[in-house]
């Protein structure tokens, strides 16, 4: 009988195994579905209504009839956002009878889920579980904000606008219902990607400890300069990288952005970490070790803020009521109001960001333009690390 030695259990190789004996134990026993989330109750939204046949279509009819209609409104300090809601609303709905003439009572089909290849089969028999779970958790908490929301001054001018529009009915009802638990669920991937950051944030100090070793191992011949800078800004890549590959694989729509924009920030933490330095000459080509000054770091992180500022700067200011953003539903999960856009909190933000991007930008330019040196101490420590002689150079600096 041959003796099989493993270096520690949790050799690479046998958790590779692990791994994938558990894939396949969860694809062939589990049979996960997606859960039936409703966010709104119909009945909430207007008290003793009567709701019409499942079959009956005239209500999708007199929504897309008065679609051209004027909108009159109740005159109240709500009037201008209620206006923009209910154009809104009504745009909606009239598209989704156009798709469906019964679009509010569907039957109740299952979906087909992510599995057009080996990694995305893999990562949904892996992540179900837990997605669905959180899912239904954060559902919970924008179906208590909705509600909350629901008790608002508010919500009632918008509602006493809206029934006068569309009728004061169950169908009326359920049409708003439905409305505001679609943009909650559109809300629930932006819920949980905030959850991820934030715990990625708080155990940021346990992860790169590991990091700082290797990039000060890496960085031996040259001391340990710029390793804790570019352990931590390694980290926070390595988390983009990892959100955008799993975006890739769970949501099909958008895997080539998502897989561009992973490779993109897994090579830059690679870079920041181990950094190389390619010497072309004649003859042949070498790759060196190199090292990173702090400046460059700092240089290579505020570029990549400033890339994202872009991108939420774009969502606050080109965000449409009718297609929302996701920092939009974010501000509205929050809130808990799905009908009416943010103006003022987007504003704040969009302030907010320009403002602490013009102070970022100014500690750059001032960080650019200090040219400092080391002093002869600081070369003799670091000669000394190497173990050299350091009188002819501290000499010849001085």
Request: net charge positive.
């Amino acid at each position: 009988m041959s003796n099989v030695s493993l270096n520690g259990p949790w050799r690479l190789g046998t958790v590779i195994v692990a791994l994938v004996a558990l894939l396949f134990g969860l694809s062939y026993f589990g049979r996960v579905k997606e859960p039936i989330l409703e966010l709104v109750q119909p009945a909430k939204m207007l008290d003793k209504a009567k709701f019409a046949f499942p079959g009956d279509t005239s209500f999708g009819d007199r929504v897309v009839n008065r679609s051209a209609f004027a909108v009159i409104l109740h005159h109240s300090e709500y009037s201008a956002a209620n206006a923009n809601a209910l154009e809104s609303v009504r745009s909606w709905a009239a598209n989704q009878f156009h798709q469906d003439p019964r679009f509010l009572h569907p039957v109740i089909l299952p979906k087909p889920v992510a599995s057009s290849t080996f990694l995305n089969a893999s990562a949904y028999n892996l992540l179900a579980v837990p997605y669905y779970l959180s899912s239904q958790v954060l559902g919970g908490f924008l179906s208590a904000r909705i509600e909350t929301y629901c008790q608002s001054q508010s919500f009632k001018a918008f509602a006493d606008d809206y029934y006068e529009l569309l009728g004061k009915d169950g169908e009326a009802a359920t049409l708003l219902a439905r409305y505001q638990s679609d943009r909650g669920k559109a809300a629930i991937n932006p819920l949980l990607s905030l959850v991820y950051f934030i715990v990625a944030f708080l155990s940021a100090p346990v992860w790169t400890r590991p990091l700082r070793r290797v990039a000060t191992l890496w960085r031996a011949p040259f001391g340990p300069d710029g390793a804790s800078a570019a352990a931590a800004f390694s980290y926070a890549l390595i988390c983009l990288a990892t959100f955008y590959f799993s975006q890739a694989v769970l949501v099909e729509s958008t895997a080539a952005q998502s897989i561009l924009a992973g490779i993109t920030c897994g090579a830059l933490a690679i870079y920041m970490l181990l950094p190389v330095q390619v010497i072309v000459d004649a003859q042949e080509v070498l790759t060196l070790r190199h090292t990173l000054t702090n400046k460059r770091i700092m240089v290579c992180a505020w570029v990549v803020a400033s890339l994202f500022c872009i991108q939420f700067l774009t969502w606050l200011k080109q965000g449409v009521l009718t297609d929302p953003d996701p920092l939009t539903l974010l501000i509205c999960g929050f809130i808990g109001d799905f009908i009416h856009e943010p103006v003022a909190v987007k504003h704040f933000l969009a302030t907010a960001i320009a403002v602490l991007w013009s102070a970022t930008f100014a500690l750059m330019l001032r960080t650019l333009a200090h040219r400092g040196t080391d002093s002869t101490k600081e070369i003799q420590k670091k000669l000394a690390a190497l173990n050299l002689p350091s009188s002819d150079t501290a000499n010849s600096v001085k």
